[in-house]
Protein backbone atom coordinates (compact mmCIF):
# COMPACT_ATOMS: atom_id res chain seq x y z
CA UNK A 1 0.00 0.00 0.00
CA UNK A 2 3.07 2.60 0.80
CA UNK A 3 4.67 1.97 -2.53
CA UNK A 4 1.13 2.18 -4.47
CA UNK A 5 0.32 5.72 -2.92
CA UNK A 6 4.06 6.90 -3.85
CA UNK A 7 4.70 5.60 -7.08
CA UNK A 8 1.32 5.17 -8.47
CA UNK A 9 -1.50 6.91 -6.55
CA UNK A 10 -0.23 10.68 -7.97
CA UNK A 11 -0.78 9.49 -11.38
CA UNK A 12 -3.87 6.80 -11.21
CA UNK A 13 -5.73 8.03 -7.93
CA UNK A 14 -4.70 11.48 -7.37
CA UNK A 15 -6.39 13.71 -4.12
CA UNK A 16 -9.72 15.03 -6.20
CA UNK A 17 -10.26 11.56 -8.15
CA UNK A 18 -10.73 9.04 -5.22
CA UNK A 19 -13.65 7.72 -5.21
CA UNK A 20 -14.77 4.95 -2.15
CA UNK A 21 -16.94 1.40 -3.21
CA UNK A 22 -19.44 -0.10 -0.59
CA UNK A 23 -21.68 -2.81 -0.98
CA UNK A 24 -25.78 -1.81 -1.33
CA UNK A 25 -28.41 -0.53 -3.12
CA UNK A 26 -27.50 3.40 -3.31
CA UNK A 27 -27.13 6.10 -0.31
CA UNK A 28 -23.41 6.50 -0.83
CA UNK A 29 -20.49 5.60 1.79
CA UNK A 30 -21.00 7.63 4.57
CA UNK A 31 -19.34 5.27 7.00
CA UNK A 32 -16.30 4.67 4.64
CA UNK A 33 -13.88 5.84 7.27
CA UNK A 34 -15.86 6.01 10.18
CA UNK A 35 -14.41 3.61 13.47
CA UNK A 36 -11.40 1.57 13.70
CA UNK A 37 -9.72 -0.13 11.76
CA UNK A 38 -11.19 1.89 8.66
CA UNK A 39 -10.57 5.74 9.84
CA UNK A 40 -7.13 5.10 10.93
CA UNK A 41 -6.20 3.07 8.25
CA UNK A 42 -7.05 5.72 5.56
CA UNK A 43 -5.82 8.63 7.18
CA UNK A 44 -2.48 7.16 7.92
CA UNK A 45 -2.45 7.54 3.74
CA UNK A 46 -4.30 10.73 4.07
CA UNK A 47 -6.81 9.54 1.62
CA UNK A 48 -10.03 11.74 1.74
CA UNK A 49 -12.86 10.25 -0.59
CA UNK A 50 -14.57 12.38 -2.96
CA UNK A 51 -16.99 10.22 -4.55
CA UNK A 52 -18.76 7.24 -3.69
CA UNK A 53 -20.35 4.01 -6.15
CA UNK A 54 -22.30 1.15 -4.76
CA UNK A 55 -22.79 -2.16 -5.66
CA UNK A 56 -24.70 -5.04 -5.71
CA UNK A 57 -22.41 -7.57 -7.49
CA UNK A 58 -21.84 -11.04 -6.39
CA UNK A 59 -18.39 -12.17 -5.50
CA UNK A 60 -18.27 -16.08 -6.04
CA UNK A 61 -16.10 -16.15 -8.99
CA UNK A 62 -15.60 -19.71 -8.20
CA UNK A 63 -18.94 -21.24 -8.05
CA UNK A 64 -19.80 -19.06 -10.97
CA UNK A 65 -17.14 -17.68 -13.12
CA UNK A 66 -18.78 -15.61 -15.25
CA UNK A 67 -19.79 -12.95 -11.99
CA UNK A 68 -15.52 -11.89 -12.95
CA UNK A 69 -17.26 -10.79 -16.31
CA UNK A 70 -19.98 -9.08 -14.66
CA UNK A 71 -17.93 -6.88 -12.47
CA UNK A 72 -15.58 -6.13 -15.55
CA UNK A 73 -18.68 -4.69 -17.24
CA UNK A 74 -20.25 -2.84 -14.00
CA UNK A 75 -16.39 -1.54 -13.29
CA UNK A 76 -14.81 -0.97 -17.08
CA UNK A 77 -11.18 -0.33 -16.38
CA UNK A 78 -10.99 2.61 -18.59
CA UNK A 79 -13.30 4.47 -15.88
CA UNK A 80 -12.44 2.90 -12.71
CA UNK A 81 -8.48 2.58 -12.40
CA UNK A 82 -8.80 1.82 -8.64
CA UNK A 83 -11.07 0.07 -6.67
CA UNK A 84 -11.05 1.26 -2.93
CA UNK A 85 -13.88 -0.94 -1.31
CA UNK A 86 -14.93 -0.16 2.57
CA UNK A 87 -14.43 -3.74 3.47
CA UNK A 88 -13.39 -7.10 1.82
CA UNK A 89 -16.12 -7.95 -1.40
CA UNK A 90 -16.44 -11.43 0.06
CA UNK A 91 -18.75 -13.64 2.72
CA UNK A 92 -18.58 -12.85 6.43
CA UNK A 93 -17.38 -14.81 8.28
CA UNK A 94 -15.48 -16.59 5.43
CA UNK A 95 -16.95 -19.71 3.75
CA UNK A 96 -16.40 -22.88 5.04
CA UNK A 97 -16.06 -23.56 1.13
CA UNK A 98 -13.32 -20.95 0.91
CA UNK A 99 -11.02 -21.45 3.92
CA UNK A 100 -9.30 -24.03 2.21
CA UNK A 101 -7.76 -20.81 0.00
CA UNK A 102 -5.76 -19.51 2.95
CA UNK A 103 -2.61 -22.05 1.29
CA UNK A 104 -2.57 -19.73 -1.43
CA UNK A 105 -2.19 -16.50 1.43
CA UNK A 106 1.83 -16.07 2.11
CA UNK A 107 3.72 -12.98 4.22
CA UNK A 108 5.58 -10.45 2.88
CA UNK A 109 9.43 -11.17 3.50
CA UNK A 110 9.89 -8.14 5.60
CA UNK A 111 6.86 -9.64 7.89
CA UNK A 112 8.33 -13.32 7.66
CA UNK A 113 11.86 -12.20 8.43
CA UNK A 114 10.24 -9.76 11.98
CA UNK A 115 8.57 -12.88 12.82
CA UNK A 116 11.82 -15.35 12.49
CA UNK A 117 14.09 -12.56 14.75
CA UNK A 118 11.54 -12.31 17.50
CA UNK A 119 11.34 -15.93 17.60
CA UNK A 120 15.18 -16.23 17.93
CA UNK A 121 15.61 -13.52 20.17
CA UNK A 122 12.64 -13.79 22.74
CA UNK A 123 11.51 -17.58 22.87
CA UNK A 124 14.41 -19.19 22.01
CA UNK A 125 13.13 -21.04 19.23
CA UNK A 126 11.43 -23.41 21.66
CA UNK A 127 7.86 -24.77 22.37
CA UNK A 128 5.76 -22.26 22.77
CA UNK A 129 2.15 -21.84 23.43
CA UNK A 130 0.62 -18.23 21.60
CA UNK A 131 -2.31 -17.07 22.45
CA UNK A 132 -5.24 -13.99 21.23
CA UNK A 133 -6.76 -12.18 24.40
CA UNK A 134 -9.88 -10.02 22.42
CA UNK A 135 -10.20 -8.31 25.99
CA UNK A 136 -10.65 -4.59 24.32
CA UNK A 137 -13.32 -2.01 25.81
CA UNK A 138 -14.74 -1.69 22.44
CA UNK A 139 -15.36 -5.83 22.58
CA UNK A 140 -17.81 -5.15 25.24
CA UNK A 141 -19.46 -1.66 23.91
CA UNK A 142 -19.46 -2.16 20.08
CA UNK A 143 -22.56 -2.68 18.79
CA UNK A 144 -22.58 -5.92 16.47
CA UNK A 145 -25.22 -8.13 17.32
CA UNK A 146 -28.34 -7.76 15.57
CA UNK A 147 -31.60 -9.03 16.50
CA UNK A 148 -35.48 -8.51 14.88
CA UNK A 149 -38.09 -6.76 17.16
CA UNK A 150 -40.65 -5.60 16.48
CA UNK A 151 -39.66 -5.24 12.75
CA UNK A 152 -37.04 -2.73 13.95
CA UNK A 153 -33.11 -3.72 14.34
CA UNK A 154 -31.93 -3.36 18.08
CA UNK A 155 -28.41 -3.11 18.05
CA UNK A 156 -26.53 -5.06 21.78
CA UNK A 157 -23.03 -4.97 22.76
CA UNK A 158 -21.07 -7.27 21.50
CA UNK A 159 -20.46 -9.59 24.30
CA UNK A 160 -23.06 -8.61 27.01
CA UNK A 161 -26.25 -9.20 25.77
CA UNK A 162 -24.72 -13.22 26.17
CA UNK A 163 -23.99 -12.83 29.82
CA UNK A 164 -28.03 -12.65 30.22
CA UNK A 165 -28.56 -15.15 27.67
CA UNK A 166 -30.20 -18.11 29.19
CA UNK A 167 -29.87 -19.92 25.50
CA UNK A 168 -26.60 -18.42 23.91
CA UNK A 169 -26.42 -17.80 20.28
CA UNK A 170 -25.59 -20.09 17.38
CA UNK A 171 -23.80 -17.39 15.06
CA UNK A 172 -22.22 -14.89 15.66
CA UNK A 173 -19.28 -12.98 13.37
CA UNK A 174 -16.84 -15.96 13.06
CA UNK A 175 -17.97 -18.23 15.68
CA UNK A 176 -18.91 -20.78 12.70
CA UNK A 177 -15.38 -21.92 12.89
CA UNK A 178 -16.02 -23.68 17.07
CA UNK A 179 -19.36 -24.07 16.54
CA UNK A 180 -20.19 -25.24 12.86
CA UNK A 181 -20.78 -29.11 14.13
CA UNK A 182 -23.40 -27.68 16.73
CA UNK A 183 -23.27 -26.09 19.71
CA UNK A 184 -24.38 -22.43 21.50
CA UNK A 185 -21.93 -19.47 21.89
CA UNK A 186 -22.12 -18.38 25.86
CA UNK A 187 -20.82 -15.08 27.31
CA UNK A 188 -17.41 -17.08 28.93
CA UNK A 189 -16.70 -18.07 25.16
CA UNK A 190 -16.44 -14.68 23.76
CA UNK A 191 -15.04 -13.39 26.87
CA UNK A 192 -13.50 -15.63 28.96
CA UNK A 193 -12.24 -14.76 32.20
CA UNK A 194 -8.69 -14.16 33.69
CA UNK A 195 -9.66 -17.72 35.90
CA UNK A 196 -10.31 -19.65 32.39
CA UNK A 197 -7.58 -17.96 30.63
CA UNK A 198 -4.64 -18.95 32.90
CA UNK A 199 -6.15 -22.38 33.58
CA UNK A 200 -6.26 -23.07 29.85
CA UNK A 201 -3.12 -21.59 28.79
CA UNK A 202 -1.70 -23.73 31.78
CA UNK A 203 -3.01 -26.76 30.49
CA UNK A 204 -1.72 -25.95 26.89
CA UNK A 205 1.66 -24.97 28.47
CA UNK A 206 1.73 -28.63 30.19
CA UNK A 207 0.63 -30.65 27.55
CA UNK A 208 3.17 -29.62 25.14
CA UNK A 209 6.12 -29.06 27.22
CA UNK A 210 6.23 -25.36 26.27
CA UNK A 211 8.79 -23.11 27.68
CA UNK A 212 7.31 -19.55 26.55
CA UNK A 213 4.01 -18.09 25.92
CA UNK A 214 3.22 -15.59 23.39
CA UNK A 215 0.12 -13.03 24.21
CA UNK A 216 -1.15 -10.41 21.41
CA UNK A 217 -4.18 -8.30 22.70
CA UNK A 218 -5.77 -5.50 22.05
CA UNK A 219 -6.04 -4.34 25.55
CA UNK A 220 -3.51 -3.88 28.35
CA UNK A 221 -1.55 -7.10 28.60
CA UNK A 222 0.47 -6.34 31.40
CA UNK A 223 -1.51 -7.27 34.23
CA UNK A 224 -2.41 -10.70 32.33
CA UNK A 225 1.01 -11.28 31.52
CA UNK A 226 2.19 -11.37 35.13
CA UNK A 227 -0.42 -13.66 36.04
CA UNK A 228 0.38 -15.97 33.31
CA UNK A 229 3.71 -15.83 34.50
CA UNK A 230 3.30 -16.99 38.18
CA UNK A 231 0.37 -19.82 37.27
CA UNK A 232 2.56 -21.38 34.19
CA UNK A 233 6.16 -20.92 35.19
CA UNK A 234 7.42 -19.94 31.76
CA UNK A 235 8.76 -17.02 29.85
CA UNK A 236 5.53 -14.52 28.79
CA UNK A 237 6.34 -12.13 25.73
CA UNK A 238 4.66 -10.04 23.70
CA UNK A 239 5.16 -7.46 21.12
CA UNK A 240 5.19 -3.56 21.67
CA UNK A 241 4.78 -1.82 20.22
CA UNK A 242 2.33 -4.57 18.56
CA UNK A 243 1.82 -4.74 14.88
CA UNK A 244 -0.94 -6.66 13.92
CA UNK A 245 0.76 -8.68 11.25
CA UNK A 246 3.24 -9.61 12.51
CA UNK A 247 1.68 -10.91 15.93
CA UNK A 248 -0.60 -12.90 13.10
CA UNK A 249 2.52 -14.35 12.02
CA UNK A 250 3.56 -15.21 15.22
CA UNK A 251 0.71 -16.75 16.43
CA UNK A 252 0.69 -18.95 13.51
CA UNK A 253 4.11 -20.36 13.87
CA UNK A 254 3.27 -21.25 17.59
CA UNK A 255 3.10 -24.99 18.73
CA UNK A 256 -0.56 -24.58 19.87
CA UNK A 257 -2.65 -21.37 19.79
CA UNK A 258 -5.71 -20.27 22.01
CA UNK A 259 -8.02 -17.96 20.34
CA UNK A 260 -11.55 -16.14 20.70
CA UNK A 261 -14.20 -18.44 18.43
CA UNK A 262 -16.41 -15.23 17.70
CA UNK A 263 -13.12 -13.04 16.46
CA UNK A 264 -11.81 -12.46 13.06
CA UNK A 265 -7.77 -11.73 14.07
CA UNK A 266 -8.34 -15.57 15.83
CA UNK A 267 -10.01 -17.07 12.50
CA UNK A 268 -6.79 -15.98 10.31
CA UNK A 269 -4.89 -17.66 12.36
CA UNK A 270 -6.40 -20.97 12.98
CA UNK A 271 -7.40 -21.18 9.25
CA UNK A 272 -3.58 -21.06 8.36
CA UNK A 273 -2.97 -23.43 11.16
CA UNK A 274 -5.41 -25.76 9.35
CA UNK A 275 -3.89 -25.35 6.57
CA UNK A 276 -0.76 -27.19 8.00
CA UNK A 277 -2.63 -28.98 10.71
CA UNK A 278 -1.33 -27.88 13.73
CA UNK A 279 -3.56 -27.68 16.56
CA UNK A 280 -5.19 -24.94 17.94
CA UNK A 281 -8.51 -24.33 20.29
CA UNK A 282 -10.62 -21.41 21.55
CA UNK A 283 -11.54 -20.23 25.31
CA UNK A 284 -13.91 -22.11 26.64
CA UNK A 285 -14.95 -24.27 24.34
CA UNK A 286 -13.17 -27.90 24.47
CA UNK A 287 -13.58 -29.31 20.77
CA UNK A 288 -10.11 -28.74 18.42
CA UNK A 289 -11.00 -28.70 15.54
CA UNK A 290 -9.30 -28.53 11.98
CA UNK A 291 -11.08 -27.83 9.27
CA UNK A 292 -9.60 -29.26 5.79
Not at 137 to 160: H, I, P
Not at 168 to 193: A, H, I, R, V
Not at 216 to 232: F, G, H, N, P, V
Amino acid sequence: MEQFMEQLAPKIWPPGKRTGYCYGNGGGCPRMKEGNPFGPFWDQFDVNFDSYHNYVLPYETLQDPGNAQRWHNTFPVANHLVLAFSGAPGSFPVAKRNRALQRYFKWSQNITSSVNSFIRAHLDEQPFVGIHLRMGSDWVRRCLCLFMVSGCRVQMRACEHLKDSNYGMTNMMESPQCLENGGKLGYDTCYPSQEAILEQTAAAVKKIQAKAIFVASDSDRDYMMDMLQEKCKVKVVTRMPSYEQVDLAILSQSDHFIGNCVSSFTAIVKRDRDVFGKPSSFWNHLVEQQYQ
